[in-house]
């Protein structure tokens, strides 16, 4: 993997400007020390809601201090308080080789992240192509913008994971425009599926696809983005699981379907859990 991200990293205007991007993007040059403080729905904490009703009616927030940690940034090990993604470094250097390479081989079709919490991976999709010299491509932002579904009762992992819980992972569709917008990119060549993946993706309006990014966490969430969308996933395309390690609903999902459809293209790391692999021709 280290070799495949080398050959992007030249000291040439687009590569300088995408390296500042991811930068700005992870705000690794604009470290947070402060977090909103939020509770899990559900939890109960009877001072929360008064102090949060009195801090906002003067026009103050709730935070709490939190000290930067470089390396957890970098290998998207955090949930950054600002930031427009939490994936870190190493995997947007992970979709600029891709972006790069399918650009490059004229690997046909769109590309597509299921699941983009505040639009950053997708805003640096969208930047790549432009800089390497792409003119066609749309980038599709499929989300519920609402957080993560409660898992079915039958997905214990899902479940004890909890990630339904977490408003921190509820990001409205407005504010994800926002963000394309803040970066100059909200143009026709952005389309955004909202919705739950069982309703979106099966009917979503796309032919083919150069790269498909997983980053649904949860097993049903893969699952259904797999069986919908990877038989669109031209031969010499990508398909990039963000979760593969760090949620097992997610890493069980990929290894059945992958099993399930006899596909041997082997996996390559990106981090210490975001894997990928490169379709082969039959």
Known sequence: MSEQISETRQSTPEHLYLDLLKKVLTRMLFPEEKRVVRPRKGIKRPLYKPVKSLLESRGM???RRVPFDRNARE???DWPAEAETMIGLKRLDNLEFCVADVVRRGVPGDVIETGVWRGGAAIFVRAALEAYGDTEK???AADSFQGLPKPDPSRTADVADALWTVPQLAVSLDQVKANFERYGFLDDRVRFLPGWFHETLPSAPIEKLSILRLDGDLYDSTMVA???LYPKV?????????DY???QGCHQAVEEFRARHGIEDPLQRVDW???FWRKGDR
């Open 61 to 63: 927030e709730l935070v």
């Open 75 to 77: 290998n998207g090990m």
């Open 138 to 140: 749309i980038v599709w």
């Open 226 to 228: 797999l069986d919908a």
């Open 234 to 242: 031209s031969p010499g395309g990508y398909v990039i699981v963000d």
């Open 245 to 247: 390690d760090a949620v």
């Open 273 to 275: 859990t975001c894997v």
